[in-house]
Nanobody
């Protein structure tokens, strides 16, 4: 049974930084495609960054140059370092994963099998 648990969210002033973590049990982040999504109320879930088992990444244009995804050596924790935060980054952030790759071609949320419960990030305007 796969479980993903996010942590690290909070409230931070514009320009500040946060680091989100996603701890996995029953899954290694080298297995397939892993992603961070975010969602604000009333809007669809948006892919923030995708990373495959080889470490190839694909960032949303809105976060390029500000956010960085990484994994620990044990491949059981995924991180999202968020710098230069803006009010428009306010959202619930979710970690998602699946056991097959093709991150770029199949990036919609419906293609992900495992989800965490989310962690809230708030950046006041």
């Amino acid at each position: 049974q796969v479980q993903l648990v996010e942590s690290g969210g909070g409230s931070v002033q514009p320009g500040g930084s946060l680091r989100l973590s996603c701890g996995a049990s029953g899954y290694a982040f080298s297995s397939g495609c892993t992603a961070w999504f975010r969602q604000v109320p009333g809007k669809e879930r948006e892919g923030v960054v995708f990373i495959d088992g080889d470490g190839n990444t694909n960032y949303a244009d809105s976060v390029k140059g500000r956010f960085a995804v990484s994994k620990d050596n044990a491949e059981t924790t995924l991180y999202l370092q968020m710098n230069g935060l803006k009010s428009e980054d306010t959202a619930m952030y979710y970690c998602a994963a699946r056991r097959w790759s093709a991150c770029t071609s199949y990036s919609a949320e419906r293609y992900f099998d495992y989800w965490g419960q989310g962690t809230q990030v708030t950046v006041p305007s």
